[in-house]
């Protein structure tokens, strides 16, 4: 499973015995808990391309979009990871004693790794696009992940409690019932450090040279409640 983890741990907590009465059967009680860390394989961005004079010529957006589209082309990026979300006109002076109207469009675009990521920057710069923000960072299969994390979690409860009976030589029955308990659902992170030359983002700038591109992991946290009858 090379898309997701870097480690695995199962630990679990919380145990209770208890036998109340001659009606009810005993059980046991424990809690299962499945922590997994992932890489971020989903980037999205948000980009501002804006209409701008060069050498007394007005670059359009169509103009400006087209050589996005190809410099992604260039490092791999689909096209279709970009979408345009809003477009604005705004009156600029672009002479001494000339204005023009410009508009600006906002893209959404995704890409699906750092070393991703650091390939657009420079692209970016090239084409003169500054205003770039990350806004998220999370994994496609993240459903798929928090249950392969639920399914562990009542493994581990189990075993637990198979251990547990196992000294006093009890085992374990049906399960009575079964809670999960709330925990932070985190489906994305975000950068740690951002070290692109003319790119904030919301961060520190750096100088190309020391480009490093690296993104908080996703902790996925899954904890289950089983109560036991013992047999």
């Given at each position: 499973m090379n898309y997701c983890k870097l480690f695995v741990f199962l630990f679990l907590t919380t145990v209770s015995y208890s036998q109340n009465n001659s009606?009810?059967?005993?059980?046991?009680?424990?809690?299962?808990?499945?922590?997994?860390?992932?890489?971020?394989?989903?980037?999205?961005?948000?980009?501002f391309l804006k209409e701008r004079m060069e050498n007394g010529k007005k670059l359009n957006l169509e103009s400006l979009e087209n050589q996005l589209k190809q410099k992604?082309?260039?490092?791999?990026?689909?096209?279709?990871?970009?979408?345009?979300?809003?477009?604005?006109?705004?009156?600029?002076?672009?002479?001494?004693?000339?204005?023009?109207?410009?508009?600006?469009?906002?893209?959404?675009?995704?890409?699906?790794?750092?070393?991703?990521l650091k390939q657009l920057f420079k692209c970016l710069e090239e084409l003169k696009i500054t205003n770039v923000k990350i806004t998220k960072a999370t994994h496609s299969k993240i459903t798929a992940l928090r249950k392969e994390?639920?399914?562990?979690?009542?493994?581990?409860?189990?075993?637990?409690?198979?251990?547990?009976?196992?000294?006093?030589d009890e085992k374990v029955g049906k399960p009575i019932k079964i809670n999960e308990i709330d925990t932070n659902h985190q489906n994305f992170a975000?950068?740690?450090?951002?070290?692109?030359?003319?790119?904030?983002?919301?961060?520190?700038?750096?100088?190309?040279?020391?480009?490093?591109?690296?993104?908080?992991?996703?902790?996925?946290?899954?904890?289950?409640?089983?109560k036991f009858e013992i047999e």
């Open positions: 009606q009810e059967k005993p059980f046991i009680e424990v809690v299962g808990t499945s922590e997994k860390e992932i890489i971020p394989d989903e980037i999205y961005l948000d980009l992604l082309r260039s490092i791999g990026i689909p096209e279709n990871n970009l979408f345009i979300s809003d477009v604005n006109s705004v009156l600029a002076k672009t002479g001494w004693f000339t204005k023009e109207i410009l508009s600006t469009a906002k893209y959404n675009l995704k890409v699906t790794n750092s070393e991703k994390n639920r399914i562990a979690a009542i493994k581990a409860a189990k075993s637990k409690a198979m251990y547990l009976l196992s000294a006093i975000f950068a740690n450090t951002i070290n692109v030359e003319g790119y904030a983002a919301g961060l520190s700038k750096f100088r190309s040279e020391q480009s490093v591109v690296e993104f908080e992991k996703i902790v996925l946290k899954t904890s289950i409640y089983i």
